[in-house]
């Protein structure tokens, strides 16, 4: 396991009683979106934070899959398909992983931040339940996919 650094402390109190500790992944970004979210109050460190600049470039899904499922931590993402490759299916079964996906590649950092707050007391709720899953994000919703289904042609 890599070398783990605790997110930072929440001395307002604002993050969700019964949400982990988020680990925002590289495909949301370095500073908009955590920025938004810490604003928020939630507690968390991005890859980059968590693994340094610029080693976070060559971490593999696989590894934070890992590392933050054995930290108790929930991922936020943007990328949907990480639960139709092979290797990151297995990592998120194998470590019961607690996955949230943002389902528009194109918002930007502040639609994104926005669609993951307004869904937070259901992602808070999902996370009451042991990994593994993954859930997609919407705008107004959470819904909960299937993690061992083909990928669609």
Known sequence: MSQAKSPP?????????GLPHVFINRSLGRIAVPRLLRDAGLRL????????????EDIADVTWIEDTARLGWVVFMKDARIRYRPAEQ?????HHARCFYITRQDLPGAAMAQWLLSNLPAITTACAEAGPFIYAVHATEIRKMDISSPRPR
């Open 9 to 17: 402390d929440d001395p307002t109190g604002r993050h969700p009683a």
């Open 45 to 56: 460190p991005t890859l980059a934070e968590h693994y340094g600049i610029p080693q976070d």
């Open 90 to 94: 297995e990592a998120v079964l194998t």
